[in-house]
């Protein structure tokens, strides 16, 4: 329980054993090392963790069980990297704040997106996964990098984001994308967007939008009853 710190790992080290960590409640960060796997529930019951951080996670890694019962755990950090991680299905614990710095193959936050506060993407980023962050209810603020060039459909449906500025180089938004979101009232549209799909901002309080000189479809703003 005395143990805050783990800052160095031997350079010939390959596997952390499950419960190797298990109820360092002193433990104030848990850092998912680049090269290294981990057993299950390696860090589980570390309660006064309140970080974590993954540098990268090997193919074919099972997360499901690393972090088990740390329950205060606030924010996580997917370093930066122009490698695509694969990342499955992470345990419910209560992120608040999320900084993803590499593109995602899947959509990793079904379990633990309730909690979720404020997102935030890395210049690394050129992807958002569809439904990525769809119902995540508590979501309020995103702060996309400035190479995204595309935003899957209902990436952010169904969350309680209050303004969007969408970065330039998205040419098409889809269908769903910023849906249902009743404190939405504020959007930004670069120049580069051309289409936006069914039902894109259906549902949001918008009371103006400015669209770019080059757009050539626009099917998104049914039900956004203050336009």
Known sequence: ??????????????????????????????????????????????????????EDIPQGSNTNFWYYGCENLKTLRIEDSKEILSIGSLPDAPFEEVYIGRNLTDTPFENCK????????GECVTSVPNSIFENSTNLNSVVFGNNINYIGWSAFANTSLKSVSVPTGVDTLYSNTF???????????PQTLKHIGHACFSGSTIT??????????????????SL
Request: with cysteine; hydrophobic share 40%; glycine share 10%.
């Open 1 to 54: 329980q005395a143990l805050t710190d783990l800052d160095f790992f031997p350079a010939n080290l390959k596997y952390v054993g499950a419960g190797a960590f298990s109820g360092c409640s002193g433990l104030k960060e848990i850092v998912i090392r680049k090269g290294l796997e981990y057993g299950d529930n390696a860090f589980g019951n570390c309660s006064g963790a309140t970080s974590m951080i993954i």
């Open 114 to 121: 309730y909690s979720i506060e404020t997102v935030t993407f």
């Open 179 to 189: 849906s249902n979101n009743g404190t939405l009232a504020s959007i930004t549209l």
């Open 208 to 225: 103006n939008v400015t669209f770019p000189n080059n757009i050539v479809n626009i099917d998104g703003f049914n039900d956004c009853e």
